[in-house]
């Protein structure tokens, strides 16, 4: 008789832990595979673990292409380190390939030496085809320079989910918990934030709740007790100014941005919006706030959005409007009222890549002379554009407190990097932000409509109803003090210039601009918007090498800072970049008259660093 004995488990070698400076993760499959969503825990665990990092979501044009083709492959980039960070990062470590369409977009950008993980399961002779590979890039060879980590995703997803009665179709679709469990592990992440998010997101559907934590927990696992991965990778927290934090994205930042200015100045905010991408967001975050006093309207198109917004500030009220590019465009006629009547709306425009509908998904800074002069006639208005996820929210006040203050439209300019990119906000004390103090006329003696404030030249604000404070509004043209119809034309040019010295008398409230770098030298690089984080680390790294570079970002676009004048002067040369073909160049060359030379992208994605530094080291060699 023959006794068995079972085998007694190997003993678990303990893995090594490599410690990392700084990483970036890109996280890429068909729209449909949940890769954003796992991009996004990845970073909010990224966070919790008290990382700097910075994100790049990177969303078809497509609202569902065909699977497993290369126009539907959807990415998220995440970048975090030990130390300050300002980008996404140009070219990732680490690929999390879903099938061979998003390796395929993907591999060229992969660091040489990066690592893959994919879903082997993916990678069928059909899914090969529809990429456009002849054999599979997992077993060719043809991917030996790099880490690769062929894992069954998919099916070690159903394993998991196995017992919880759900069809194939829904239990597949766990996999990008799956695959965020390995990365997790891999790369020392708590996994707690997930399971919290899972219960509160799911919590509906219990089944659902069991099936993705059981998924994140097994890809989780499989990273600790399989023997392909030999190393764990950590990043040490980030040495952050002490404060509360939480994880924020552009158009969240923007959305609590006007509503911590509405509360500021105890008025009641009114947004009126046509859904548009990248935008939308803003619409869904400030309806999500009603229990402020928070008005939300989702218009039938974009005039009608613009038109409610102007007559919710007509009413008294903080009128906004968010939009994109060719909301933008059917919005010029209503903004020039708000010129002509002078009340404070305030424009959102959150820009991506055009002309037309473009590349609704992709980003792109091309709108600015469209701001700055797409009206008829002499139109101005306040233009503002803030630089980082996090600083939506002080533009965004700013841009409410801006127009109460000088009675004049401003327009916000974001774009679809800022709005979809995250970093770590430092939530600012309500008694930090500055009160917004709004007087609304309400004594008939002495009333004009017109007549201005001396500092600001800001008419009055009169709520409709008021007694003894009737007056005239609409687009004709106005005669001085009195807003009676005038077709004077010495009182036109007036009205004209006193609009113009309205906007003008801003750059009283504009401060100091701030000069990266020395206040001298060889060249100066000026930029705006969300190219600040990309032209910070790359006049740095130059700057580090002994050469003169400095840098000045422009926050406030019309008017421009009263200093700048000065600054340019005190550089040899000037470099403005731009993801446009040169429209802030332009204003620079025929405001200073100063041969600035412009840099240019307008590819739907932001500047690598190392193109920045490319062009700057030229035109310091020239």
């Given at each position: 008789m023959t006794t068995h004995t079972e085998t007694p488990p190997?003993?678990?070698?303990?893995?090594?832990?490599?410690?990392?400076?700084?990483?970036v993760i890109r996280?890429?499959?068909?729209?449909?595979?949940?890769?954003?969503?796992?991009?996004?825990?990845?970073?909010?665990?990224?966070?919790?673990?008290?990382?700097?990092?910075?994100?790049?979501p990177d969303f078809p044009a497509e609202i569902r292409a065909p699977a497993g083709t290369l126009f539907g492959v959807s990415g998220f980039q995440v970048n975090f380190s030990s130390?300050?960070?300002?980008?996404?990062?140009?070219n990732p470590d680490v690929l999390v390939m879903m099938n061979p369409a998003a390796l395929k977009v993907n591999l060229r950008d992969l660091k040489p030496g990066g690592i893959i993980i994919a879903d082997t399961?993916?990678?069928?002779?059909?899914?090969?085809?529809?990429?456009?590979?002849?054999?599979?890039?997992?077993?060719?060879?043809?991917?030996?320079?790099?880490?690769?980590?062929p894992v069954d995703i998919t099916q070690m997803t159903l394993r998991a989910v196995e017992g919880l009665n759900l069809n194939t179709k829904?239990?597949?679709?766990?996999?990008?918990?799956?695959?965020?469990?390995?990365?997790s592990w891999l790369f020392t992440r708590p996994i707690d934030p997930t399971i919290r998010w899972i219960e509160g997101r799911f919590k509906k559907t219990p089944e659902l709740v069991d099936a993705n934590i059981r998924a994140l927990k097994?890809?989780?696992?499989?990273?600790?007790?399989a023997e392909m991965f030999a190393v764990q990778y950590e990043v040490k927290p980030?040495?952050?100014?002490?404060?509360?934090?939480?994880?924020?994205?552009?158009?969240?930042?923007?959305?609590?941005?006007?509503?911590?200015?509405?509360?500021?100045?105890?008025?009641?905010?009114?947004?009126?919006?046509?859904?548009?991408t990248p935008a939308s967001d803003v619409l869904h975050e400030v309806a999500s706030y009603k229990n402020f006093n928070v008005y939300t309207f989702q218009a039938e198109d974009e005039i009608a959005a613009v038109g409610a917004a102007l007559g919710a500030a007509y009413g008294g009220a903080i009128g906004i409007c968010t939009t994109s590019g060719p909301g933008m465009l059917l919005k010029q006629e209503m903004i020039n009222l708000a010129v002509m009547v002078e009340l404070p709306l305030i424009i959102a425009d959150i820009q991506r890549a055009g002309p037309s509908t473009g590349m609704p998904t992709k980003t792109e800074q091309a709108d600015l002379l469209m701001a700055i002069y797409g009206r008829a006639s002499e139109s101005p208005v306040v233009v503002l554009a803030p630089a980082t996820p996090g600083e939506c929210f002080f533009m965004a006040f700013e841009a409410v407190r801006l127009a109460a203050k000088y009675m004049v439209p401003v327009i916000y300019m974001s774009d679809g990097y800022l709005a979809n990119g995250a970093e770590p906000w430092k939530i600012p004390k309500v008694s930090e932000l500055p009160q917004i103090d709004v007087q609304f006329r309400t004594s008939p003696e002495g009333f004009q409509p017109y007549l201005r404030d001396p500092e600001t030249l800001a008419r009055a604000w009169v709520k409709p109803g008021t007694p003894g404070l009737e007056h005239r509004i609409g687009g004709l043209a106005k005669e001085d003090v009195t807003g009676h119809v005038s077709y004077d034309p010495i009182n036109n040019e007036k009205m004209v210039r006193l609009r113009a010295e309205k906007v003008a008398r801003v750059a009283m409230d504009i401060p100091r601009t701030d000069v990266r770098g020395d206040p001298s030298g060889k060249l100066l690089v000026i930029g705006w918007g969300s190219t600040y984080g990309a032209l910070v680390e790359a006049t740095e790294r130059v700057r580090a090498q002994g050469k003169s570079v400095s840098h000045v970002h422009l926050r406030y676009l019309n008017p421009l800072p009263p200093d700048l004048k000065e600054i340019i002067r005190r550089?040899?040369?000037?470099?403005?970049?731009?993801?446009?073909?040169?429209?802030?160049?332009?204003?620079?060359?025929?405001?200073?008259?100063?041969?600035?030379?412009?840099?240019?992208?307008?590819?739907?994605?932001?500047?690598k660093v190392g193109e920045l530094m490319q062009k700057i080291q030229e035109l310091l060699e020239e």
């Amino acid at each position: 008789m023959t006794t068995h004995t079972e085998t007694p488990p190997r003993p678990q070698v303990p893995k090594r832990t490599e410690e990392l400076d700084e990483v970036v993760i890109r996280f890429a499959g068909d729209s449909g595979d949940g890769m954003q969503l796992a991009g996004m825990q990845f970073t909010n665990e990224t966070a919790v673990a008290g990382t700097d990092l910075a994100t790049l979501p990177d969303f078809p044009a497509e609202i569902r292409a065909p699977a497993g083709t290369l126009f539907g492959v959807s990415g998220f980039q995440v970048n975090f380190s030990s130390h300050d960070i300002f980008t996404p990062g140009d070219n990732p470590d680490v690929l999390v390939m879903m099938n061979p369409a998003a390796l395929k977009v993907n591999l060229r950008d992969l660091k040489p030496g990066g690592i893959i993980i994919a879903d082997t399961a993916e990678f069928t002779e059909n899914n090969l085809k529809k990429a456009g590979f002849a054999t599979s890039p997992l077993e060719d060879g043809s991917l030996a320079k790099y880490q690769v980590f062929p894992v069954d995703i998919t099916q070690m997803t159903l394993r998991a989910v196995e017992g919880l009665n759900l069809n194939t179709k829904v239990a597949s679709r766990c996999k990008n918990f799956y695959a965020l469990g390995l990365t997790s592990w891999l790369f020392t992440r708590p996994i707690d934030p997930t399971i919290r998010w899972i219960e509160g997101r799911f919590k509906k559907t219990p089944e659902l709740v069991d099936a993705n934590i059981r998924a994140l927990k097994a890809g989780y696992h499989f990273g600790e007790t399989a023997e392909m991965f030999a190393v764990q990778y950590e990043v040490k927290p980030a040495r952050l100014v002490p404060g509360k934090y939480r994880n924020i994205t552009g158009n969240s930042a923007t959305a609590l941005g006007f509503i911590a200015a509405a509360e500021r100045a105890g008025l009641p905010l009114f947004l009126g919006s046509y859904p548009i991408t990248p935008a939308s967001d803003v619409l869904h975050e400030v309806a999500s706030y009603k229990n402020f006093n928070v008005y939300t309207f989702q218009a039938e198109d974009e005039i009608a959005a613009v038109g409610a917004a102007l007559g919710a500030a007509y009413g008294g009220a903080i009128g906004i409007c968010t939009t994109s590019g060719p909301g933008m465009l059917l919005k010029q006629e209503m903004i020039n009222l708000a010129v002509m009547v002078e009340l404070p709306l305030i424009i959102a425009d959150i820009q991506r890549a055009g002309p037309s509908t473009g590349m609704p998904t992709k980003t792109e800074q091309a709108d600015l002379l469209m701001a700055i002069y797409g009206r008829a006639s002499e139109s101005p208005v306040v233009v503002l554009a803030p630089a980082t996820p996090g600083e939506c929210f002080f533009m965004a006040f700013e841009a409410v407190r801006l127009a109460a203050k000088y009675m004049v439209p401003v327009i916000y300019m974001s774009d679809g990097y800022l709005a979809n990119g995250a970093e770590p906000w430092k939530i600012p004390k309500v008694s930090e932000l500055p009160q917004i103090d709004v007087q609304f006329r309400t004594s008939p003696e002495g009333f004009q409509p017109y007549l201005r404030d001396p500092e600001t030249l800001a008419r009055a604000w009169v709520k409709p109803g008021t007694p003894g404070l009737e007056h005239r509004i609409g687009g004709l043209a106005k005669e001085d003090v009195t807003g009676h119809v005038s077709y004077d034309p010495i009182n036109n040019e007036k009205m004209v210039r006193l609009r113009a010295e309205k906007v003008a008398r801003v750059a009283m409230d504009i401060p100091r601009t701030d000069v990266r770098g020395d206040p001298s030298g060889k060249l100066l690089v000026i930029g705006w918007g969300s190219t600040y984080g990309a032209l910070v680390e790359a006049t740095e790294r130059v700057r580090a090498q002994g050469k003169s570079v400095s840098h000045v970002h422009l926050r406030y676009l019309n008017p421009l800072p009263p200093d700048l004048k000065e600054i340019i002067r005190r550089f040899e040369r000037v470099l403005v970049p731009e993801l446009n073909t040169g429209q802030l160049l332009k204003i620079i060359r025929a405001e200073y008259l100063v041969d600035a030379k412009g840099m240019n992208k307008i590819q739907g994605y932001p500047f690598k660093v190392g193109e920045l530094m490319q062009k700057i080291q030229e035109l310091l060699e020239e």
